[in-house]
Every structure is written in C-alpha cells, then in structure tokens.
C-alpha cells in the first residue's frame, strides 16, 4: 500500500506541471530573457490565430520574429499590438552556452601552443577541457528536466 501511494504521488508530481502552463506577466524592459531565440506563439490586436515563429529579438518598440510567410525576412510586430506571448519551446540551453562559452577559449588556447605565449596555452587547455568534460553532464541533465517545463504565458503590462 505504501509503495502504490508513492507511486501514484510521483507519477501526478511529473505530470502534474505538463497539463496547465505557467504565466508570467512582464514589463516589455523584461521580456528580453524569455523570448529571445525561442519559439513563440504572439497574440497581436489585429491578428485573431497569432504568429507562430521564433524570436529573434525584443527591441523598444517591437518585437522582431521570423517572417513565417517569407523565410528569409524577418517581421517586426508593434509593441502596442502585441498583448499576449506564449513561449513553446522552453528548452535548455546549457549546453550551447557551455560550448559558446568554452570553444572559443580552447581555439584561443591551441592557437597559442606555438606561440611565444606557449605556456599559457599549455597549462590553460586542460585546464579548460577538464571543465567542460566536468560540466557537461550537469548541462545535458539540466536541459533534459528543462524540456518537461510547459509552455508559458506571458502577459504584457505597462
């Protein structure tokens, strides 16, 4: 009987989160971090379905997503237009910024082996790639538990 109350709580505690998403309301100066690069489905004042694409940047009087009729050009949505911002795709990304952050170092430090710099480089490459070997299970974990986040509702308030 225990371990039956014990599985059902740990099963309702993991699908719990994934049946209603998580709202947030934002001042437009903080919308910056949860949109941007993301998948987002916007909710504009002259478009009744919205516009599903992704987020390629938030400037102060738009909201510049990729064009989903023309592949190439992005849209620029009206500040005043938009009301409601539904984030998909709340993936992780700690892995890409343990890359972004550690590739260009490691370049950096290779590169400077067969300098006159070749001492730095020596001691600073392994020291680089035992913290990336280190931190890359913690990231692959951390952007697994991510993707059982669900969507988010943001809602614009000035």
Same mark, same amino acid.
């Given at each position: 009987? @225990?371990?039956s109350?014990w599985?059902?709580s740990?099963?309702?505690?993991v699908t719990?989160?994934? #049946?209603? *998403?998580? @709202?947030?309301? %934002?001042q ?6 949860q #949109?941007? $690069?993301r998948?987002?489905? #916007? ?5 009744t379905n $919205?516009y599903?694409a ?8 738009g909201l510049?997503i =990729?064009?989903?009729w ?5 849209? @620029?949505?009206?500040r005043?237009?938009?009301?409601k ?6 993936s ?5 910024r343990?890359e972004d952050k550690?590739g260009?170092?490691?370049d950096? %430090?290779?590169?400077? !082996? ?5 001492p730095i $480089?020596?001691v $600073?490459?392994?020291v !680089? *790639?035992?913290y +990336? #070997?280190?931190?890359?299970? +913690?990231?692959v ?5 991510a ?5 988010l509702?943001i =809602?614009?308030?000035d």
């Open positions: 009987m @225990k371990h109350l599985i059902l740990t099963i309702f505690a719990a989160p994934a #049946v209603a *998403a998580d @709202k947030l309301s %934002l437009w100066g903080q919308l910056a971090p #949109v941007e $690069g998948r987002l489905t #916007v909710t504009t004042t002259d478009q $919205g599903r992704r987020c390629l940047r938030v400037e102060t009087d510049v =990729e064009n989903p023309a592949g190439g050009q992005p849209l @620029k949505l009206d005043q237009k938009v009301t911002i539904r984030v998909d795709d709340r992780g990304r700690n892995m890409s343990l550690t260009p170092t490691l950096l %430090l290779l590169q400077s !082996v067969f300098t006159p710099a070749a $480089g020596l $600073g490459t392994p !680089v *790639a035992a +990336f #070997v280190a931190a890359t299970p +913690f990231c974990i951390g952007d697994l538990f993707r059982l986040r669900p969507a509702d =809602e614009i308030v």
